[in-house]
């Protein structure tokens, strides 16, 4: 498939292990990257032989994710961006977007996955702006506390906070305690972009869920949970839900679904379904 075969372990940046898969090397190569290795593609294989759409949910996701950003560097004037689980950045990344609108804009990047760190601090070193923590996102003080987010992030004044495709990979019911923590830390007029795998409760879509989370939960990766509308809405507790389309009254909706960039001449995929997207602010 043009992959490149798993690397020899000298090839393999510092604290990589090439055994095991990556949340981030798996989504990343769904978008088109080429940082996988075998134990990577084993799953993907898996994934894409249960339902061959899934490309679909990554696509949708990051898709949603650009435009969020351009719509929050655009309209609300805010400078800091403090994205949280941000991936490898083989698709276009939030620096690039906001950074268009204002070239001024601060971005702090947090993940934990050393082949997205390596990539990361690799990309930023030529942009001032632009920072990369190692920090666990689901422990909120180690990210909210961290000397860098500290040094960079006023939280005083209003911020963008991105969840984007993370807390489905928490597992258990303690996100919306991991989220208020993060909101209680955000000014007033902040806002926060958010997406998680969805199950639309339509038993076709459920089922097209369940298949994946099977791969992801009990694969070895040991997580990836799909949840209902009143899971995810839960998660931003005390937010107020910016509309997310012209016709939609305000909630949460497929990521394709958000303010797409002109009409589908195309319908969506039932995958595309299974991947929600919201915009929040806090009043
Ligand atoms: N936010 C990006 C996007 O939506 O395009 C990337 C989403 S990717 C599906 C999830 C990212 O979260 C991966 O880069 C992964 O390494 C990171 N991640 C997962 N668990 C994490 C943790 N406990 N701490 C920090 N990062 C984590």
């Given at each position: 498939?043009?992959?490149?075969?798993?690397?020899?372990?000298?090839?393999?940046?510092?604290?990589?292990?090439?055994?095991?898969?990556?949340?981030?090397?798996?989504?990343?190569?769904?978008?088109?990257?080429?940082?996988?290795?075998?134990?990577?593609?084993?799953?993907?294989?898996?994934?894409?032989?249960?339902?061959?759409?899934?490309?679909?949910?990554?696509?949708?996701?990051?898709?949603?994710l650009n435009r969020a950003c351009r719509f929050l560097a655009?309209?609300?004037?805010?400078?800091?961006y403090?994205d949280?689980?941000?991936?490898?950045?083989?698709?276009?990344n939030t620096?690039q977007i906001v950074?268009?609108s204002?070239?001024?804009?601060?971005?702090?990047?947090?993940?934990?996955?050393?082949?997205?760190?390596?990539?990361?601090?690799?990309?930023?070193?030529?942009?001032?702006?632009?920072?990369?923590?190692?920090?666990?996102?689901?422990?909120?003080?180690?990210?909210?506390?961290?000397?860098?987010?500290?040094?960079?992030?006023?939280?005083?004044?209003?911020?963008v906070?991105l969840?984007?495709?993370?807390?489905?990979?928490?597992?258990?019911?303690?996100?919306?305690?991991?989220?208020?923590?993060?909101?209680?830390?955000?000014?007033?007029?902040?806002?926060?972009v958010?997406?998680?795998?969805?199950?639309?409760?339509?038993?076709?879509?459920?089922?097209?869920?369940?298949?994946?989370?099977?791969?992801?939960?009990?694969?070895?990766?040991?997580?990836?949970?799909?949840?209902?509308?009143?899971?995810?809405?839960?998660?931003?507790?005390?937010?107020?839900?910016?509309?997310?389309?012209?016709?939609?009254?305000?909630?949460?909706?497929?990521?394709?679904?958000?303010?797409?960039?002109?009409?589908?001449?195309?319908?969506?995929?039932?995958?595309?379904?299974?991947?929600?997207?919201?915009?929040?602010?806090?009043?």
């Open positions: 498939s043009g992959a490149p075969p798993t690397p020899s372990p000298r090839q393999v940046p510092v604290g990589v292990d090439p055994n095991r898969p990556s949340i981030a090397r798996i989504y990343d190569g769904f978008l088109g990257g080429k940082d996988h290795y075998e134990v990577d593609r084993t799953v993907m294989t898996k994934i894409n032989q249960a339902v061959p759409e899934a490309v679909d949910i990554a696509k949708g996701n990051r898709g949603f655009g309209q609300t004037g805010i400078e800091q403090l949280c689980g941000s991936g490898l950045p083989t698709a276009e620096h950074q268009r204002n070239s001024d804009a601060r971005v702090v990047y947090v993940d934990n996955d050393p082949v997205v760190l390596a990539h990361g601090r690799a990309l930023l070193e030529e942009n001032e702006n632009v920072h990369m923590v190692e920090a666990d996102i689901f422990t909120p003080s180690a990210v909210l506390k961290n000397d860098i987010v500290v040094k960079h992030i006023d939280f005083s004044q209003p911020v906070l969840h984007v495709g993370t807390l489905h990979h928490f597992e258990g019911d303690g996100g919306p305690a991991v989220m208020q923590e993060y909101i209680d830390a955000l000014a007033p007029g902040s806002y926060v958010f997406s998680h795998f969805y199950d639309p409760e339509v038993p076709e879509l459920t089922q097209l869920a369940k298949r994946i989370e099977e791969i992801l939960v009990h694969g070895p990766m040991g997580a990836g949970r799909f949840r209902t509308k009143d899971e995810i809405v839960a998660m931003l507790p005390g937010l107020e839900i910016i509309k997310p389309n012209a016709t939609t009254a305000p909630g949460l909706v497929a990521c394709d679904e958000w303010w797409p960039d002109g009409p589908r001449l195309t319908p969506l995929s039932k995958a595309a379904h299974c991947i929600a997207g919201i915009v929040a602010r806090k009043p």
